[in-house]
C-alpha cells in the first residue's frame, strides 16, 4: 500500500483544513486507517484512527470535538477534517494504514501497530 497525504497549508487560527490521504492498492477497504502528527522538536503524535468500515473512530484528546475522520473505500481515500485550528496543531500530519488490526474491525493509537506511512503533509496555523 502507498499513500498519499495532501490539503496541508498555511491557516490562520479558528480556520480550517481538510487533509485528504489517498492509498494505493485493492485492499484498502480491510485496512485500519490512522493520521499522526509530528510538530518541531516533538515526536510523533496519535491524532485519530478510523476502522476500516468507518463504523468507529478514536481521537486524541486534544483534538476531540474539532478534528472529524472519515473514509470513502470507493476512493481509496480518507480524510481528516480539522476545524477550530490552534497555533499548536501546527504540524507535519502523517497518515498510516493497519492491516492486522483492520482485519478485526478495530482501531488503534499505537504507532507501532501501522504497517504504511505517508509522506507527510504541512500543517501550519498561525496565531
Known amino acids: 500500500v502507498q499513500l498519499q497525504a495532501s490539503g496541508g497549508g498555511l491557516v490562520q487560527a479558528g480556520g480550517s483544513l481538510r487533509l485528504s490521504c489517498a492509498a494505493s492498492g485493492r485492499t484498502f477497504s480491510s485496512y485500519a486507517m490512522g493520521w499522526f502528527r509530528q510538530a518541531p522538536g516533538k515526536e510523533r503524535e496519535f491524532v485519530a484512527a478510523i476502522s476500516w468500515s468507518g463504523g468507529s473512530t478514536n481521537y486524541a484528546e486534544s483534538v476531540k470535538g474539532r478534528f472529524t475522520m472519515s473514509r470513502a473505500n470507493a476512493k481509496n481515500t480518507v480524510y481528516l477534517q480539522m476545524n477550530s485550528l490552534k497555533p499548536e496543531d501546527t504540524a507535519v500530519y502523517y497518515c498510516?494504514?493497519?492491516?492486522?488490526?483492520?482485519?478485526?474491525?478495530?482501531?488503534?493509537?499505537?504507532?507501532?501497530?501501522?504497517?504504511?506511512w505517508g509522506q507527510g503533509t504541512q500543517v501550519t496555523v498561525s496565531s
Open positions: 498510516a494504514a493497519d492491516r492486522h488490526i483492520g482485519l478485526s474491525g478495530a482501531t488503534t493509537s499505537l504507532e507501532y501497530e501501522y504497517d504504511y
